[in-house]
């Protein structure tokens, strides 16, 4: 339960970026925040548990979020 409570913020987080921001951002950014939108939905209808397939979903959807801020290279990050 905790963690659809996470993903909804998220998905809510992500929904108020793109509504007050979506203006400013280029089309490529407007194209991956949707995409980062509808897997977030997924996520939150497909309730799976810790499956493998929805760890690899979540790894795939923080680097979508990372090259989003435009990080492309994450070896600096750690």
């Given at each position: 339960?905790?963690?659809?409570?996470?993903?909804?913020?998220?998905?809510?987080g992500v929904r108020s970026l793109f509504a007050?921001?979506?203006?400013?951002?280029?089309?490529e950014d407007k194209a991956l925040l949707e995409?980062?939108?509808?897997?977030?939905?997924?996520?939150?209808?497909?309730?799976?548990?810790?499956?493998?397939?929805?760890?690899?979903?979540?790894?795939?959807?923080?680097?979508?979020?990372?090259?989003?801020?435009?990080?492309?290279?994450?070896t600096g990050l750690f």
């Amino acid at each position: 339960m905790q963690h659809k409570q996470k993903v909804d913020q998220l998905l809510n987080g992500v929904r108020s970026l793109f509504a007050k921001n979506g203006y400013a951002f280029s089309e490529e950014d407007k194209a991956l925040l949707e995409n980062i939108l509808v897997e977030l939905e997924e996520m939150l209808n497909n309730q799976k548990g810790n499956s493998p397939d929805q760890m690899l979903q979540t790894l795939f959807l923080v680097l979508k979020f990372l090259k989003f801020f435009g990080i492309d290279d994450i070896t600096g990050l750690f």
